[in-house]
């Protein structure tokens, strides 16, 4: 969306092919995640990507990659990891129940409430597409693909990074991710998105200037300090986790309940 982009003089004629690299450089990276997400979900039996952000993930794939994107290299990147994303979606429903033994309505349900997410979240992203295409046309205005772009891959990461955490603290173990995933995940998002789009805006601050603003600062500062503290966490549920012998990891440490000693 942001290739062939012609910039004004003063822009330096480093900015395309800095800008065509990192954003190369991120979906390589994002494209070997999915794939060792895939790989250590169906070894542990488990599932390395939270539900809502594998279903918006998907959604924002299907919906850009069919209808929005008209290059041919984005195309046929969201087209790839449409296709790595189905062993994902695959192993989540086949093993995700196990992950949700402590909520029995979720562990029943989990193939139905995937498939109402992902709806739910197609029709978000056709939604907001088709608003940021539809104001500009009634304005007489070229639409900003790549700024509507910006703010639909920043939700998609603000998810993953936010919810990847969270699931972390929750479990207590490493199903389904790894420590090269993390890495390859947190350079994907570093370099891909977030030093593809600070090199843009530096380089020409008038068209980016979106990546300065407030909602944006949020958005990318918190997805940076989620991902460098999900190292911190993953590192310490690493050294307390159990393997069990199908492959399966699960929480160190047990509940115990502490009986009251009896006072009479």
Not at 64 to 77: Q, S
Not at 92 to 118: D, M, Q, S, Y
Request: proline share 5%; charged share 10%; glycine share 8%.
């Amino acid at each position: 969306m942001a290739f062939g982009a012609i910039p004004p003089p003063h822009v330096t004629d480093w900015f395309q092919p800095v800008y065509d690299a990192t954003f190369q450089f991120g979906g390589v990276c994002w494209t070997l995640c999915y794939i060792l997400i895939a790989r250590e979900g169906l070894k542990t039996k488990s599932y390395g990507m939270p539900l809502l952000a594998l279903a918006n993930n998907f959604a924002w794939e299907m919906v850009y990659a069919l209808y929005v994107v008209d290059e041919p290299f984005e195309k046929t990147a969201m087209a790839i990891w449409m296709v790595i994303d189905t062993p994902i979606i695959y192993s989540t429903i086949l093993h995700g129940a196990f992950e949700w033994n402590h909520a029995p309505a979720v562990r029943k349900g989990l193939t139905h409430i995937f498939i109402a997410l992902l709806a739910t979240c197609a029709a978000a992203h056709w939604a907001w597409q088709d608003w940021w295409i539809g104001m500009a046309v009634a304005t007489g205005q070229k639409p900003d693909l790549t700024q509507m772009a910006y703010w639909a891959v920043s939700m998609c990461q603000l998810l993953v990074s936010t919810m990847s955490l969270a699931m972390l603290l929750v479990r207590q173990h490493t199903g389904g991710v790894s420590w090269t995933i993390w890495l390859l995940r947190f350079l994907g998002t570093g370099i891909g998105l977030n030093f593809n789009y600070w090199w843009a805006w530096y380089t020409w601050p008038e068209a980016h200037g979106y990546f300065m603003s407030p909602p944006a600062i949020f958005i990318w500062g918190l997805t940076t300090v989620c991902d460098i503290v999900y190292g911190f966490v993953f590192w310490n549920v690493k050294s307390t986790e159990r393997d069990l012998p199908d492959g399966r990891k699960v929480a160190g440490f047990h509940h115990q309940i502490v009986k009251p000693k009896n006072l009479g």
